[in-house]
């Protein structure tokens, strides 16, 4: 197995504590309300057992549901946030950048390497929505783009499982809305060689994420109810002024408009990921 | 050009107030035009030449948001303007053969100088009635989708493309997620990096984040003086980061949003040169600069070897991007800040 450069040695060492679930014994469901066993709620991959409301999950979480195990190899993990603007709003970035690292245990809200599911080879790839909103700048375009690059070069298949309400980064400014140009342009390249991308949805996918890497998949497939969109909804609200419909921006409202080929269960991704990745591989 | 007191921005106040001294000074003089007063002639003389200083003046310091407003201002020229003021026989196509035709984007067939092009821009329109028609600039998914598909039919048979960006975003509303705004502007940018001939992108006025984007990809981009081009609007920007609106002429100089910084960035290639005062002031001097700047940017691209436009293209914006790479440094002394490697 080729060890790309920034591979960690001893294969992966994200931090290991679910994040998105409060600590406790018992946790509120946030759709249904029942109150639920923690560990319960962990053992079904992180969805509600009363109603299959499906929480966020980490990046590392992900790989641990999605891929063989021990078979991720993180790649590029090297790759930290510069301050290009020495942007400051109520904080200055890099302080922000650093404390969001030391809460998530992620340098970046990419995760990208490669690993194996059911046996077969592939480029993997996971934004992190809780690393600042799972927001794509220059390290996240940077990271997926040698990620595409490098699945186009070994002929692999690639998976990118986004999670992201942030889109485009402010704090990277320009910086972050060119890498929609990088990354779409990858992929271009990726299609054009005949590579198979497969994108999954996960909540909340939205902006310059959805606008970019998110929607270019042969195969798009999404998590139960992720909102998922261009606008933010109250940014639509306020320009609109009328109530947004029931169910507006989530998986079923962009399966019913033609934008996804798929709604999966948690429980069912992995396999069918599988599947259709043997489906369009001879 | 007079304008309009609703139209006036309140940094240039002075020029307006200098200007209407002289027009009033400029009166008074053509009344006694048959007595000869070489003093009063004399006082015009001085006082153009003060104005002309008090411009340069205001707008060599002008702030990042005031700029913000000079882009946005009714007057300024919009693509209609300029096809009208740069190409020759214009021919435009329409619809997007799918859902409708889009007119926050105009698409048609032009003459530059001697070289057939294929035009796309967005268009805000100026009297209530075309902004309302344009939708201020803000285009739904059939018009990017209207863009891509003039765009291929261009490069299907050779003709360079010309793209003008010039909206505060793409629209936000229940319409246009039906109808898929991400994916088609992702569509966009995934597609314009593989269209085999010449593209050059100017930002003529707002370039308001992935809608800009959404024509933007292209050979050659470059952004009119008092244009901006951001990830999003310092309004947009002000509300999440500030909570309040108010701050947008913080988040307008936060962002590094205008042409002299994004030069110095390596995001866009060239500065238009606007008349003195903005664009607003004098169309057709505006179109000439653009002109110059649209014919040297084709030459430029044609005097690299053909083959090699998709990869350039693609190394572009491949290099863009800024971060740190490798072993982490050792703790360093607080001001002793270490230099990110900038790529690009």
């Known amino acids: 197995m080729p060890t790309k450069p920034g591979a960690s040695s001893n294969g992966w060492h994200g931090q290991s504590e679910p994040r998105g679930v409060p600590v406790g014994v018992f946790m509120p469901c946030d759709s249904c309300g029942a109150t639920l066993f923690r560990k319960q709620v962990e053992r079904n991959l992180n969805v509600c057992p009363e109603c299959s409301h499906h929480f966020t999950v980490t990046a590392h979480e992900r790989i641990l549901q999605l891929l063989d195990t021990d078979t991720f190899e993180e790649w590029f993990a090297d790759l930290r946030p510069g301050d290009p603007l020495g942007f400051n709003d109520r904080r200055p970035y890099p302080d922000r950048v650093k404390a969001e690292q030391e809460r998530t245990g992620l340098t970046e809200a990419a995760v990208v390497g490669q690993g194996f599911i059911k046996g077969l080879r592939l480029v993997f790839g996971v934004t992190d929505s809780g690393f600042i909103m799972g927001s794509m700048g220059s390290v996240v375009g940077e990271k997926l783009t040698r990620a595409i690059e490098e699945a186009t070069k070994q002929q692999l298949p690639i998976i990118i499982v986004s999670g992201s309400g942030g889109g485009a980064r402010m704090h990277e400014g320009i910086y972050s809305l060119m890498q929609m140009a990088k990354v779409s342009s990858a992929l271009a390249r990726h299609h054009a060689a005949g590579g198979l991308y497969v994108s999954v949805l996960t909540n909340p996918t939205m902006g310059g994420v959805a606008a970019s890497f998110a929607s270019l998949g042969d195969i798009i497939l999404a998590e139960p109810k992720a909102l998922v969109g261009f606008a933010g909804p109250k940014v639509i609200a306020q320009t609109v002024r009328v109530r947004l419909p029931e169910g507006f ?17 948690r429980k069912d991704l992995r396999s069918m990921l599988a599947q259709l990745i043997d489906y369009v591989t001879p | 050009m007079s304008s309009p007191k609703q139209d006036r921005l309140p940094f240039e106040k002075p020029i307006y107030e200098m200007e209407e001294q002289l027009a009033e000074m400029e009166a008074q003089y053509a009344h006694r035009k048959d007595v000869a007063d070489p003093q009063a002639s004399e006082q015009i003389r001085i006082l153009r030449r003060q104005l002309a200083e008090l411009k340069r003046l205001i707008y060599t310091n002008i702030e990042p948001w005031d700029r913000v407003k000079v882009s946005r201002h009714r007057n300024r020229p919009q693509s209609r303007d300029y096809i009208n003021l740069i190409f020759d026989d214009f021919v435009e196509i329409h619809g997007d053969r799918a859902i409708g035709d889009d007119r926050a984007i105009v698409t048609g067939f032009a003459r530059l100088e001697d070289q057939k092009v294929l035009f796309v821009g967005h268009q805000k329109g100026r009297t209530l009635s075309e902004r309302t028609t344009c939708n201020f600039g803000c285009a739904h998914p059939e018009g990017y989708r209207k863009a891509l598909a003039k765009m291929k039919l261009a490069a299907k048979f050779g003709l360079p493309i010309v793209s003008f960006i010039d909206t505060p975003g793409a629209y936000p509303g229940i319409a246009a997620e039906e109808r898929g705004q991400a994916a088609i502007i992702a569509e966009n ?8 001939t010449p593209i050059v992108c100017v930002v003529i006025g707002e370039g308001g984040s992935g809608g800009a984007l959404g024509i933007g990809i292209g050979d050659r981009v470059g952004m009119m003086e008092h244009a901006y081009y951001s990830v999003i609007s310092p309004e947009g920007c002000a509300t999440i980061l500030w909570k309040t609106a108010e701050k947008a002429p913080l988040a307008a100089s936060a962002l590094r949003m205008i042409a002299p910084d ?14 003195l005062g903005g664009a607003h002031r004098d169309h057709r001097q505006a179109a000439n600069s653009l002109k110059s700047f649209l014919v040297k940017s084709f030459r430029d691209i044609a005097a690299q070897p053909r083959e090699s436009l998709l990869e350039l293209r693609y190394q572009k914006f491949r290099k863009i991007g800024v971060f740190e790479e490798g072993v982490v440094a050792a703790p360093v002394i607080a001001e002793d800040v270490p230099t990110p490697v900038v790529l690009g």
């Open chain 2, 189 to 196: 940018l995934m597609a314009m990096s593989m269209l085999n």
């Open chain 2, 262 to 275: 994004l030069l110095r960035m390596g995001i866009i290639d060239g500065i238009v040169e606007e008349p």
């Open chain 1, 249 to 265: 921006q989530t998986s079923e409202f962009l399966l019913e408009h033609g934008f996804v080929d798929k709604i999966v269960l």
